[in-house]
């Protein structure tokens, strides 16, 4: 297996594909299951997350993954999922948290659920503070709940350095970048094939940054 390898396809069904002890970690953003729509001015106005109405496809992934060790983002609109051993506050800073203008406090925070024994390293604070994201699109935002390279990092942090990491909802390509960066071998998955064009530039770009020989599989099984 390549050190980063990309699918574009229904995570639920390369997951059924996938060889065992292929995956040591899961670090991914799955739908929450709040029927989100952003109504900030984007190429991403108004449209829909597909699987969003339910947790059925957050929860899938961690049954098929439940003796790994995982971090879930998550939030507090939706159930949490069982079998959490902790909870992780990421504190995303002043500009987000628009939700009920009504309402004098903003939500300007997500929630990470952290499962499985495997974790390592020093004993950190739980809020996550100082890892921020542009919040426009026309500033470089490449999604709209893209998350902080430095936060996926810390994440990585805790986790033993040889561990493939697997993030079946890829995205635009955040946790394949973090572990580009930190020379962790990972593996991706994207049904969107916009979103996974955005992820196969930014994780080359970060190759290139590096200057390190990349090597990507890139299978689609919607073909």
Not at 85 to 105: S, V
Request: with cysteine; hydrophobic share 35%.
């Amino acid at each position: 297996m390549s050190e980063y390898t990309l699918y574009l396809g229904d995570c639920l069904e390369y997951m059924k594909s996938m060889p065992d002890k292929s995956v040591d970690a899961v670090i991914t953003d799955p739908p929450y299951g709040i029927n989100h729509s952003s109504h900030r001015d984007s190429s991403w106005m108004d449209t829909e997350i597909d699987g969003d109405n339910d947790t059925n496809l957050r929860d899938a992934v961690i049954d098929t993954f439940q003796n790994k060790s995982m971090a879930l983002f998550g939030s507090w609109k939706s159930p949490r999922p069982e079998g959490i051993r902790g909870i992780l506050i990421w504190d995303k800073g002043p500009a987000f948290g628009m939700g009920d203008l009504t309402f004098p406090w903003k939500m300007s925070w997500e929630e990470i659920y952290i499962f499985g024994d495997e974790w390592v390293g020093y004993r950190d604070e739980g809020v996550l503070r100082n890892h921020i994201i542009c919040s426009w699109e026309s500033h470089g935002r490449t999604h709209p709940h893209e998350k902080p390279v430095s936060l996926i990092k810390h994440l990585l942090s805790k986790l033993p350095s040889d561990f493939t990491i697997f993030d079946p909802f890829m995205g635009s390509g955040t946790t394949g970048v973090a572990c580009m960066q930190l020379g962790r071998k990972f593996i991706g998955c994207e049904i969107d094939p916009g979103y996974f064009a955005i992820a196969e530039k930014r994780i080359a770009q970060a190759q290139m940054q590096l200057l390190l020989p990349l090597d990507i599989e890139r299978s689609s099984p919607m073909k």
